[in-house]
């Protein structure tokens, strides 16, 4: 399925590192030839997968560092996010403090202007208001960030095991805190 057009398409063949292949793997350039969509209706960022995988968001939580010559980075702050191959529009919300500092490693949430399609350990450069300075970088911990409730108790031990499900692939912690379980398909989408 092509997202966000919703088109069911078929893979005709696939070239990794212009060479045929039978699989592509991050690092690597890809180019699919696609069958069931036009050229024209594929833009920059766009994402071919399985349509239970494809689930857009306008909200996210990630794990970030700001740059040590960055500004610093207040509620509400206008960004540019690159996220794979698409280049979109976000603000920020701290989510441990008011403000995150020149340096600093810390979680913050992204309200992006349109739907993205991620996953949680997809990276992300992060770059200013007008797209010329990157400011910092980081990796999605959640894809499904509350709009409310986003700094509580719970949904910090929720990031905390999201976080770990993101650095080591154990979700172990990430059972032991879901209030009411975990069905396959959230664990098999995340893994």
Known sequence: VHAPGGQSVRVRSLHAQNRAADHGTAGQRVALNLAGIERQ???RGDWIGDARMLQS???LDARIRLLPDAPALAAW???HVHLGAARCQAHAVPL???TVLPGQETRLQLVFDTP???LPGDRMILR???GTRTVGGGAVLDPRAPERR???AQRRTWLDAMDTLVATGDAHPLLAV????LTRSQLTRWL
């Open 41 to 43: 209706d594929i833009t």
């Open 57 to 59: 968001t306008t909200r």
């Open 77 to 79: 702050t206008p960004l």
């Open 96 to 98: 441990e403090g008011d």
């Open 116 to 118: 993205v399609f991620v």
């Open 128 to 130: 200013n208001a007008q």
């Open 150 to 152: 986003r700094r509580s």
């Open 178 to 181: 879901a209030p009411a379980g």
